[in-house]
């Protein structure tokens, strides 16, 4: 068969749009519209006392200023809270404009509707907000100590006191040969993406409707809320992502304030108007993710087998909870990773700062969780005098335990049972690719010039593809051309790539033949959306479904005409015919043609088609009940549960003794997602997530000060890695299919990044001997470790006397 | 991110240049722009009239002469970093000028900024004003009232502060030639390669007829809020140069600098790491007196 392309590294076929500037963004959209700038608040906490637009009224080009007092009806009503839970005891949303008080340095105060941006902006700096400032909140230990409210009807800071146990962990503590407590940290970071949020409204006052384009990763539930918030019918609003620069999980959040008041204006001013955020709004306004303080005790037996672990998570979820306690959730569940922990409990509280909301920034809570386990792992094979990898591999899941229940409930409710997977061989090419036996040469040879050389492992598993569900169409044209719908949206990850080759695979067409659409209402009104690694699980089954069932329509259609057996039919090359019988055949564009009794002969396809046009019979209707006219088809995939990807990964970094400048020399990755679409595409997935887990691990954070000013909102301060910061990554696969799924697959978007921060502290631990407990770390931070005489010298370097 | 309402001009001549800007108000000379223009983009500038040189004719020049290199107002980075004649001759007469050039942040900015503007900004962690500085350098100023000379001691008042006033326009720069038996060396450390650096260090290396240190100088990136020169002869004068503590030297050096902490390193870090510099540097700008005095 020629036209299988599953599992095929086909080259990406929307990059040559994109590459060469026929991209359509968000700012590309609507060139005349309106443009929005906001006021935004220059103050962590405070209360509004007084808005004077006054001085902004007579700049020219001004078109309007709204403020939290020209809200009404549900507009005048907190954000939702997108995904409730028990345990988020005291959930706060912000105002699409500030009301009162506001809560972080970004928040937004006034909108201002301009003849351009420039002009809005002009008017925005004239409006004059007086504030009472309040105490402030930031970071995770502050909110825990409580000294200070963020919400003062909220006085411990605790939004959320999320807890599962697996069995009684305290008599297994004390029933375990040896015990271990530490508390380490990690930081935040945030998404990032090239191209900010944005969103563009049209009002057709004459049609009563509305369509927006949004940058989002979330189209159809953008719909439904603004659909909600405007009190608008939903049949009167259509979203549309168009091509969206980057996501990584800021983009789920909805609605964002921005995407209910920019169609607000337009609705009020019936005119365009469009908001496209800058760098610094994103910095202050969007979301951040992955800073926890976590406090860890484990207990284990003398061959460095866990017998029971404790986690008490604290977690910073920022001013506000609209995406509710998903990444604490995440956390606490993905934590036990590849391991069988017979007796497990996790606390996370999730505290209210006075900083920008954290919502899931790609691996979404599970670079902490890999981050607490492994480095246990470290500091057990540490106390034990053990190989890192050996008490790893004693610790794993075996294959002959999957399904395997770990007995915790996971982000979409459903169990964590993991359902494949072969962990000791993940390890065993790790340990060869990276070539860990062999440390000891390269540390020598490291030492000889003048560098300290460590290495570090990090195993994680991540739960993917999580329901409810997604859809897919699909619709064969008398031209051939076949059109794939669905609803979820597309950042960049090669959507348009991966859907064809499963449709052109499934349905037996030439690939050029296949058109992708995605995140359009339009076409697709039922979606959740891009997010949790989930697009080739969720849409991927989706669509291979929808061909499936295009196919078997058109096999029927055919063989009637054929008047053959179906089962003697196959499609291949776009071609019905018979197998082994050269000439028995019918194009499937002509199939599709006959596919709907109604032919006028507009063109040459159903022209031909008349040749194959059988009578109708005179007592059957032209459409037999059941039946539809048109070769299209419309399914969904809705999983049990989530299907559990996994990877190891492995870094080498030399460090300078010197300047303590920290070298990512060497990266492995293995990774397992099941069955490959695209091993080119899935790989480029991998590299993106190494880089930004490199950037977590040694560059990025968000350095707030006390009174909760972000100092380094551009990128000129925040460190988002390079090319030249980013190591070449050796990868080797693992193939485990899901049994979950029809195509056999996992997901693959978010695995990269996930062991980055937790593999490079093993390794710099490793290299300098002392204790890494906080991440990320910098070589000014390197250099106070080393200089600190209390600080904790691992085992391992007490032993080895290196290094100094 | 987009500026406040701004005049733009650009005049055809210096003069025009000049009278624009005596006649405006808030004025601001425009070159490259690498600085600026993210500057009034987040609105920290709002000046009322940007005053473009680009089409000024006669400042695009480099010329070395045994004295020394002067580079003209509109002179790119780059520039200076290509293999041709001037670029060239420059290297020959003042190394030190390419050397840290090299590490001015990434091609793009290399492409569009100026040495010069570089200078004029007076950023602290710009390479330029350090390597003016070091090598004993001065600026030419015009203004309507003619031209002078400004030593670099008279020119850097502050971080982003200058002495110039308003209505002048600095129309080249002057870096004197290397002095004989010498040698330079230039070195960064940043946290990316093409950033701010968190610490530099540029050295002037020279020896005796007898091969033995005779003046060692050094000046620093991104430590202290102007650019200072170090005088660090004292820890290895009369030293062989095969043999010279070039670590003493990097002692001496972090006990004379005074720089601050800010998120991207400690005060002390970049004091560890001008020593670290200064030894390494040394070392390299010393072969490099060894070569020339053999030459």
Redesign the interface.
């Known amino acids: 068969m020629t036209t299988k392309l599953f599992g095929e590294p086909v080259r990406r076929r929307e990059d040559a749009r994109l590459i060469t500037g026929r991209g359509r963004y968000l700012d590309d959209i609507g060139a005349g519209a309106l443009a929005a700038a906001f006021v935004r608040s220059p103050h962590a906490h405070a209360r509004v006392l007084d808005v004077d637009v006054e001085a902004a009224l007579d700049v020219e080009g001004l078109v309007a200023v709204y403020t939290y007092e020209d809200l009404t009806g549900p507009m005048a009503e907190p954000l939702p809270v997108l995904i409730p839970h028990p345990q988020l005891h005291a959930p706060r949303t912000g105002y699409p404009l500030a009301n009162g008080v506001v809560n972080h340095v970004g928040e937004p105060v006034v909108m201002v509707v301009a003849t351009d941006?420039?002009v809005a902006?002009?008017a925005a700096?004239r409006i004059v907000v007086t504030y009472e400032e309040l105490p402030v909140v930031v970071g995770v230990d502050a909110a825990r100590e409580a000294r200070a409210a963020v919400h003062e009807d909220v006085p411990d800071n605790v939004a959320a006191r999320h807890h599962q146990e697996t069995g009684d962990v305290e008599p297994a503590l004390a029933a375990a040969p040896h015990t271990l407590s530490f508390t380490q940290y990690i930081e935040r970071s945030a998404c990032m993406p090239l191209e900010g949020k944005g969103v563009h409204a049209r009002w057709d006052a004459d049609d009563a409707s509305l369509r927006v384009y949004s940058s989002t990763q979330a189209s159809t539930s953008v719909r439904a809320a603004i659909a909600a918030k405007l009190e608008l019918s939903l049949d009167r609003v259509e979203v549309i992502a168009p091509d969206v620069g980057g996501g990584f999980g800021v983009k789920i959040v909805h609605p964002w304030p921005e995407e209910l008041l920019v169609p607000m204006a337009a609705i009020r001013l019936g005119r365009e108007v469009k908001w496209a955020e800058?760098?610094?709004e994103h910095f202050i306004s969007s979301a951040h993710e992955r800073q926890q303080r976590q406090e860890i005790t484990v207990g284990y037996d003398d061959d460095g087998r866990i017998t029971a672990l404790d986690v008490h998570v604290w977690h910073d979820n920022g001013a506000y909870t609209p995406y509710g306690i998903i990444v604490p959730i995440v956390t606490a569940t993905q934590l036990v990773g590849p391991y069988a922990i017979p007796v497990y409990r996790v606390v996370v509280e999730s505290v209210f700062t006075n900083t920008v909301i954290v919502t899931p920034y790609r691996g979404a809570g599970r670079p902490q969780g890999c981050y607490a386990m492994e480095r246990t792992m470290d500091r057990i094979a540490d106390d034990l005098g053990l190989d890192r990898a050996e008490v790893r591999r004693r610790n794993l899941i075996t294959p002959d335990q999957f399904p395997y229940d770990h007995h915790l409930t996971f982000q979409d409710g459903r169990p964590v049972i993991y359902d494949s997977g072969d962990y000791p061989g993940l390890l065993d090419k790790l340990v060869a690719l990276v070539g860990w036996d062999e440390a000891g040469a390269l540390r020598a040879d490291a030492r000889s010039r003048g560098k300290m050389l460590g290495v570090g492992m990090a195993l994680y598993v991540e739960g993917t593809g999580p329901g409810p569900y997604e859809g897919g169409h699909v619709q064969v044209l008398g031209s051939g051309k076949v059109l794939v719908s669905t609803g979820l949206t597309s950042q960049g990850q090669g959507h348009e790539t991966v859907f064809a080759q499963i449709v052109a695979s499934e349905l037996g067409v030439p690939i050029e033949d296949v058109e992708v659409h995605t995140g359009d209402t339009r076409r697709f009104g039922y979606a959740v959306g891009t997010f949790a690694s989930r697009a080739a699980v969720m849409s991927g089954n989706a669509v291979a479904l929808a061909a499936r069932g295009v196919r078997e329509k058109a096999i029927r259609i055919a063989a009637d005409v054929l008047e053959a057996n179906p089962e003697d039919l196959e499609i291949d090359e776009g071609l019905v015919q018979v197998r082994g019988t050269p000439g028995a055949s019918i194009p499937l564009r002509t199939v599709a043609v006959l596919s709907n009794p109604l032919r006028y002969a507009f063109d040459e396809a159903a022209k031909q088609a008349t040749q194959f046009a059988k009578a109708g019979s005179d007592d059957k209707p032209p459409v037999a009940e059941g039946d539809a006219p048109g070769l299209e088809h419309r399914d969904y995939y809705s999983p049990i549960r989530s299907t559990f990807a996994s990877g190891a990964h492995a870094a080498v970094v030399e460090i300078d003794p010197?300047?303590?400048?920290i070298d990512v020399v060497r990266y492995a990755v293995v990774h397992d997602c099941g069955n490959v679409v695209n091993p080119m595409i899935v790989e480029g997935q991998v590299h993106g997530g190494v880089a930004q887990g490199v950037g977590g691990a040694l560059?990025e954070r968000m350095?707030y000060d006390a009174d909760g000013q972000l100092?380094?909102a551009?990128f000129?301060?925040f460190?988002m890695?390079?090319a030249?910061?980013v190591p070449d990554i050796a990868i080797d696969h693992q193939e485990t299919p899901s049994p979950l799924n029809p195509l056999g697959i996992k997901g693959a978007g978010e695995a990269g990044v996930i062991p980055g921060t937790a593999a490079i502290a093993s390794a710099i631990e490793d290299a300098v001997g002392r204790r890494i407990t906080s991440m990320p770390i910098?070589?000014?931070e390197l250099?106070?470790l080393m200089r600190n005489e209390t600080a904790e010298r691992t085992q391992a370097s007490l032993q080895t006397g290196v290094p100094a | 991110?987009?500026?406040?309402?701004f005049r733009y001009a650009d005049p055809r001549s210096l003069d025009e240049a000049l009278d624009l800007l005596s006649d405006e108000t808030g004025a601001k000379v425009l070159a490259g722009g690498q600085s600026l223009l993210?500057l009034l983009a987040?609105?920290l500038a709002a000046p009322a009239t940007l005053v473009d040189l680009n089409r000024v004719p006669g400042l695009d020049t480099v010329e070395a002469t045994g004295d020394g290199v002067r580079v003209g107002a509109l002179v790119r980075h780059a520039r200076l970093l290509r293999q041709t004649p001037d670029a060239q001759a420059a290297a020959r007469v003042q190394p030190l000028l390419a050397r840290a050039t090299a590490n001015v942040a990434h091609p793009a900015i290399r492409n569009r900024g100026t040495t010069v503007g570089s200078i004029a900004h007076a950023d602290p962690s710009g390479e330029m004003t350090s390597v003016l500085a070091l090598t004993g350098g001065s600026v030419t100023v015009a203004t309507p009232a003619g031209r002078e000379t400004v030593g670099w001691q008279d020119l850097f008042v502050g971080p982003l502060e200058t002495s110039l006033a308003g209505g002048a326009v600095v129309v080249d720069a002057f870096f004197p030639a290397l002095p004989e038996r010498s040698g330079t060396a230039f070195a960064e450390?940043a946290?990316?390669?093409?950033?701010?650096a968190?610490c530099g260090a540029g050295v002037v290396v020279t020896l005796d007829e007898d091969r033995r240190v005779s003046a060692v100088r050094a000046s620093y990136i991104s430590v202290g809020l102007v650019p200072e020169v170090h005088d660090l002869t004292e820890a290895v004068a009369g030293e062989p140069v095969d043999s010279a503590d070039w670590a003493a030297a990097g002692a001496l050096a972090r006990t004379l600098v005074d720089p601050d902490t800010d998120?991207?390193?400690?005060a002390?870090?970049r004091r560890?790491?001008v020593g670290?510099l200064t030894e390494r540097t040394l070392a390299d700008a010393a072969a490099e007196a060894v070569q020339r005095s053999a030459a």
């Open positions: 941006r420039y902006e002009d700096e800058d760098r610094r010197a300047t303590w400048e560059y350095a100092q380094n551009s000129m301060d460190l890695p390079y030249s910061e910098s070589p000014t250099y106070d | 991110m987009k500026p406040a309402p993210p987040m609105r450390i946290r990316r390669k093409g950033d701010y968190v998120i991207h390193a400690s002390d870090y560890l790491l670290v």
